[in-house]
């Protein structure tokens, strides 16, 4: 098993794990705040299944009808996940005007809170773990997991907060305000998602950072009047990086000598930018014609 589809199963098991405790924290008490962070965890399942399908397909070889591999499917996953949140957040919202409206006295909030805790240090040490995986493999698909339940711990925190409040104070309206307030922070955590998920879809240009990178290469061979570069094109599939660029040398030049120009260049970005496919053009710097696709 991939190392990849080992932290999606420990994003699977986290979310079961936190789902039984958060519900049985809001059996305890009836709170429909802790309803909604229960609801986040549900979602948090649902994500964490779709992550791993969406790994599986990744990781699949190219074939002939997908030449390039099929690693865009993680975005698909993110998208997924964000349409998720989306339901859930309003599914919580419409349970928390219902509460408002009828309001319903808490029990065992002492204990359903610390129940809740628990569950929100599971899912803080397990999106610590996805998010630095994600990170080293350039997994899009995990770091959005870890992101997401980065986000439910800190709505956690604000949920135990708020019903922590109403546990001392007997307020209970503060309850379903807490949980509205829960719903809106997860709709803007969906919206990231599902425009990471756009983005990558939609052949986005790679990071600064990256394409900084790829210009200090091309810089560093880069010779006034003899050689120089010109198209560069970038993006991201997943954890795959697609660079092309044209080189332009003298038409005097050997087409050995252009070849390992080229070679050298695409050698270099490869070990500042692993993972990346390269396709280069070899053009003569003082044909007109050169110039005539420039449009970047």
């Given amino acids: 098993m991939s190392t990849l589809k080992k ?23 009836g709170s ?8 986040e965890s549900l979602v948090n399942l649902v994500a964490a299944i779709v992550a791993l399908i969406a790994i599986t397909i ?21 998208g997924v996940e964000g349409a998720m949140i989306f339901i859930a957040a309003g599914s919580i919202i419409v349970l928390a005007v219902e509460r408002l409206l009828n309001p319903q006295e808490l029990e065992q909030l002492g204990v359903g809170l610390i129940v809740s805790i628990v569950a929100s240090i599971i899912n803080g040490i397990v999106g610590t773990m996805l998010i630095r995986a994600g990170r080293k493999h350039r997994s899009v698909t995990l770091t959005a ?29 503060l309850d379903p305000i807490v949980a509205i307030g829960v719903g809106i922070n997860i709709l803007f955590v969906g919206g990231g998602l599902v425009r990471k998920s756009a983005m990558g879809l939609m052949d986005a240009t790679l990071s600064d950072e990256d394409n900084s990178a790829i210009e200090a290469v091309l810089d560093s061979y880069r010779r006034s009047g003899e050689v120089d570069f010109h198209e560069l094109r970038t993006r991201e599939s997943g954890v795959r990086r697609f660079v092309e660029f044209h080189a332009l040398v003298p038409g005097s030049w050997s087409v050995e000598r252009a070849h390992d120009l080229v070679e050298n260049v695409e050698s270099e970005i490869r070990d500042k930018l692993p993972d990346s496919h390269i396709a280069s053009h070899i053009e003569p710097i003082e044909d007109d014609r050169a110039y005539n696709d420039v449009h970047l």
């Fill in 58 to 78: 990744a990781e699949r070889p190219a074939d002939e009808d997908h030449q390039f591999g099929h690693s865009k499917a993680e975005y698909f996953s993110a």
């Fill in 7 to 29: 932290f999606a199963w420990l994003s699977v098991a986290a979310s079961v794990v936190t789902i039984i405790l958060k519900a049985g924290a809001w059996w305890l008490t």
């Fill in 145 to 173: 997991d870890g992101k997401h339940l980065l986000t439910d711990v800190i709505t956690s925190i604000g949920v135990v907060v708020g019903v922590g409040v109403v546990w001392l104070t007997g307020w209970s309206a």
């Fill in 32 to 39: 429909v705040g802790l309803l909604s962070d229960a609801a």
